[in-house]
């Protein structure tokens, strides 16, 4: 056991040092992305531009895809300088501009702590972080794509320390499990966090979101359909979950070092748990999701309990959610006022999730993360016609069907939020009940 763990200790080590360099530290946005703020805007298209950090003041072009009334001044803003497609250097010619920091109104104030609870309840409650229902919930009060992805990612890790605590305490999680998923799990959002950058350096904020949201849809529904088609198998039947071909298969093959991990009650070769990490990983970067593949890669490839998966993504999410922060902060795309009104909500929510899960059985879980994943797909995709329109990928919406699709993309989010907050109050009040008429 001594050498294992000095094997892990070292694997993460190795990690740091490569990751580090091949992430020059974190550094900041990409090479064609200016940090700053706008302190002249001339009528004849030109601009004078002061850098975030070095203050140094930049003359800039605007392009034709810039509207000249949209830009604000001394306001930080994200702004995309054009590549020359011949000679690859980076022009001072702005193709996009993007406000860094939304306005906080009151009534964004409370969404945010509304969208925080119900999001700390999901994570409690099925292990994912609810970062698939926080991140779109963010980008439709306002934030870009990737401050969304980064201020989310900065929340989760002491969120999920709570969460992965409370359910530990129960017997739920499977601490050594979660250790070895992170480690694979840290690399994927090294992948994940480069992926972002690119985009925006060729992109822009419009290619994020329009790549987040993409990514949404099609994990989502294909995930979720997946899910909740097993979770109501297991309802209709009445039965306990059973491990999956998939992962009786892989515990079966004797591949060193195989592991026993004793929460989970499975073992199974440590290579078998790589790819489940990576992809994990890589989603938590780019999308700031990573659950919704940790947790069901855990039941349907590992073959955990979804109990025992939904509680050990905790520990991963805390120690993926860390790591990414440093290098997102380093980046200077956290928006901790963000942050910090999600968390503060969501540590309570978090909570009451994790009591929820010691009074309902597997397949509640699974019904309502497959319920939620496919209402926040439709809420996402509501809004990729529009992302599509900001890159010039097809014509410019009308205003009715921009506002159509936007009303859309709200209630679908509303009705996710309602629907699991209702779902595991539900669960979690008929459990006590019967838990305490068992004690009677």
């Known amino acids: 056991m001594k050498k294992l763990f000095m094997c892990f200790v ?46 140094e003041i930049k003359h800039l072009i605007l392009s034709e895809h810039v509207d000249l009334e949209e830009i604000p001044l001394e306001r930080k803003v994200l702004v995309s300088l054009i590549t020359d497609e011949k000679t690859h250097e980076i022009t001072n010619e702005v193709k996009s501009v993007s406000i860094m920091f939304m306005d906080l109104t009151p009534a964004k104030i409370i969404a945010l702590l509304v969208v925080g609870l119900i999001g700390g309840l999901l994570s409690g409650f099925i292990g994912s972080g609810g970062a698939f229902v926080l991140t779109p919930s963010m980008m439709s009060l306002g934030a870009p794509g990737a401050v969304a992805v980064a201020s989310n990612m900065c929340h989760k890790f002491p969120k999920a320390m709570v969460g992965a605590y409370k359910r530990w305490k129960y017997g739920q999680a499977d601490i050594k499990l979660g250790l070895f998923m992170a480690a694979t799990a840290i690399i994927g959002v090294q992948i994940g966090i480069q992926i972002q950058k690119y985009i925006l350096n060729h992109w822009g904020n419009a290619g994020s979101n329009l790549y987040v949201s993409l990514m949404f849809v099609i994990v989502l529904v294909v995930v979720g359909i997946y899910v909740f088609l097993d979770a109501y198998k297991l309802a209709k039947g009445g039965k306990e979950a059973e491990t999956t071909k998939i992962a009786k298969k892989l515990q079966s093959i004797n591949l060193p070092p195989m592991i026993h991990f004793k929460t989970a009650g499975i073992k199974i070769s440590a290579w078998f748990t790589i790819p489940v990490g990576i992809a994990t990983g890589m989603l938590a970067a780019t999308i700031a999701v990573g659950g919704f593949i940790g947790v069901p890669g855990l039941i349907y490839v ?9 509680a050990t993504e905790l520990v991963i999410a805390f120690c993926m959610g860390m790591w990414g922060s440093i290098q997102w ?12 009104l999600i968390l503060a909500a969501s540590l309570i929510g978090v909570q009451l999730g994790a009591l929820g899960t010691t009074y309902v059985k597997d397949y509640m879980i699974k019904i309502v993360m497959g319920s939620v994943m496919l209402i926040v797909a439709v809420s996402r995709g509501a809004k990729i016609p529009g992302y599509l329109a900001d890159l010039g990928l097809r014509a410019p919406l009308d205003p009715s069907t921009a506002s159509l699709l936007n009303s859309i993309s709200f209630w679908a989010l509303v009705a996710a939020l309602g629907t699991a907050g209702i779902i595991i109050s539900a669960a979690m009040i008929r459990g006590m009940l019967q838990a305490r008429q068992g004690t009677n």
């Open 10 to 55: 070292l694997a993460l080590g190795f990690i740091f040092v490569v990751s580090t360099a091949w992430a020059g530290g974190g550094g900041g946005p990409p090479k064609n992305m200016l940090k700053g703020v706008f302190v002249k805007v001339n009528k004849d298209r030109t601009a004078d531009f002061k850098v975030d950090g070095t203050g």
């Open 302 to 310: 590992i073959g955990a309990s979804a109990m025992v998966a939904s």
């Open 329 to 340: 902060g380093l980046s200077g795309l956290i928006d901790i006022r963000l942050t910090l």
